[in-house]
């Protein structure tokens, strides 16, 4: 079989790739996906939420691209009938010493074209009845919506535009010739393709290494772990309420997310995985954990967040220490009302010099496109980094 394009990893970042190309006029093309079934890694395992777009360094490629697709996700909902909710966000001040993180929260909300409102402690209960805080900001354009339901979405339309989808086929080796690049699976089928296109997540750096290409970073796993409210406490949420995050921190903090179920879901956490695909705290791989041990990279990262690590893992095997932190931007939590939910894994790349990629990170090589980096919000945006994918792909 020949291909004009060969995707590999059916995440929403493939698919959002797949249908770009697609809808730009594709010859032919096929999504190659390592398991039985679409988004079953971290597409099929994330809070769901639709990022506005408030943390992101204006004109980063983050920035640009959590706004263009977080508009093009919501009118995709719209017309494909997704059930979606834009219920908007609320970040929380829990101190006056954070208030000056929010003030720069607000700023730069302005600066990537949200409409922010800057709450008083009095008015955080018109937003949100139990929270409690000595300021709030408030972000209209967030919602939240089921990234599986939009993934099986996607697969729909590329279908319907002529794409294919192979699942279980796992990229093992890839040969370069003058005139094409052969794929050879797990299973030693082989596919020839015009142009390949990785969007592997967890595996991201692995893939590339496998073409042939110097990945230049490594993708360290970090464990995302969530409680559900129970039933009697579901009250205490409407919609989604966040604390202010650490500025040194990648992530967000642990904090309450509506799903679109009307369930509510606290977390995640973020603790290094032992395994890239491992969901449960006693999840390891000799390999995964090696390749990140061995990386200097990561003793350059260790060597200034061990506390902050060290207070993850605690938070981890401790239901009290998660509750306490939720507990400060809602009072009335009580220990019992939380139940343990899934865990999703995210893929961060890390440099040789220790530092997390914040970026999405996109290499080109001779008709490849390696997709290194697509954390967090690259759901929300995968309509929008699907075209600026494809549109790097064409040119190369
Ligand atoms: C806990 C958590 C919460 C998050 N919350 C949000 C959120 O609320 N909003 C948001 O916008 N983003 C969120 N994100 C980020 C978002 O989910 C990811 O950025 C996005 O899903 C990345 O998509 P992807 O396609 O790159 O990766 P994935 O979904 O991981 O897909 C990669 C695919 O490649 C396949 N693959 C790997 N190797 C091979 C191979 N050799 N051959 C064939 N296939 C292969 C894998 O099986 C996998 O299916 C969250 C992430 C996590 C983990």
Not at 61 to 76: D, S
Not at 141 to 163: H, K, P
Not at 348 to 357: E, R, S, Y
Not at 373 to 386: D, K
Request: neutral net charge; charged residues 20%.
């Amino acid at each position: 079989m020949h291909v004009e394009f060969a995707i590999i990893g059916g995440g929403i970042v493939g698919l959002g790739t797949a249908l770009a190309l697609l809808e730009q006029g594709a010859r032919s093309l096929i999504v190659l996906e390592a398991e039985d079934k679409v988004a079953a890694h971290q597409t099929g395992h994330n809070s769901g939420v639709i990022h506005a777009g408030v943390y992101y360094r204006p004109g980063s490629l983050k920035a640009k691209l959590c706004a263009e697709g977080r508009a093009a996700l919501y009118a995709f909902c719209e017309a494909e009938g997704i059930a979606h909710d834009r219920c908007g966000k609320l970040i929380v001040a829990t101190s006056a010493a954070e208030q000056p993180r929010l003030d720069a929260l607000a700023e730069r909300a302005w600066a990537n074209g949200l409409t922010p409102r800057r709450l008083a402690a009095s008015e955080l209960h018109d937003y949100e009845p139990h929270v409690a805080g000595v300021a709030g900001l408030w972000i209209a354009e967030t919602g939240i919506v089921d990234y599986y339901a939009v993934a099986a979405a996607y697969v729909r339309r590329v279908q319907a535009l002529g794409g294919e989808l192979r699942t279980g086929w796992r990229l093992a080796a890839v040969r370069r010739q003058p005139e094409h690049l052969t794929l050879i699976s797990a299973t030693e089928e082989t596919i020839t393709c015009d142009h390949l296109i990785t969007c592997a997540g967890l595996q991201a750096d692995r893939v590339a290494q496998l073409c042939g290409v110097d990945p230049g970073v490594r993708i360290v796993p970090f464990r995302g772990e969530y409680y559900e409210l129970a039933l009697a406490a579901r009250a205490l949420v409407r919609g989604l309420v966040y604390p202010v995050p650490n500025p040194n921190f990648p992530f967000l903090g642990v904090h309450y997310t509506r799903k679109i179920d009307g369930s509510i879901e606290a977390g995640p956490n973020a603790v290094l995985a032992f395994r890239r695909e491992g969901y449960r705290k006693t999840s390891f791989s000799v390999r995964d954990t090696f390749d990140a041990f061995s990386y200097v990279g990561f003793w350059r990262l260790a060597s200034r967040y061990w506390p902050t690590g060290i207070g993850e893992f605690y938070r981890s095997f401790s239901k009290y220490a998660f509750w306490r932190a939720l507990r400060t931007l809602t009072p009335e939590l009580d220990v019992e009302h939380l139940h343990p939910a899934g865990a999703g894994v995210r893929a961060q790349a890390l440099a040789p010099n220790g530092q997390l990629i914040d970026d999405f990170h996109i290499v080109q090589a001779y008709r490849m496109t390696h997709v290194l980096n697509a954390p967090s919000p690259a759901a929300t945006a995968s309509l929008s980094i699907g075209k600026h994918i494809a549109r790097l792909a064409r040119e190369e």
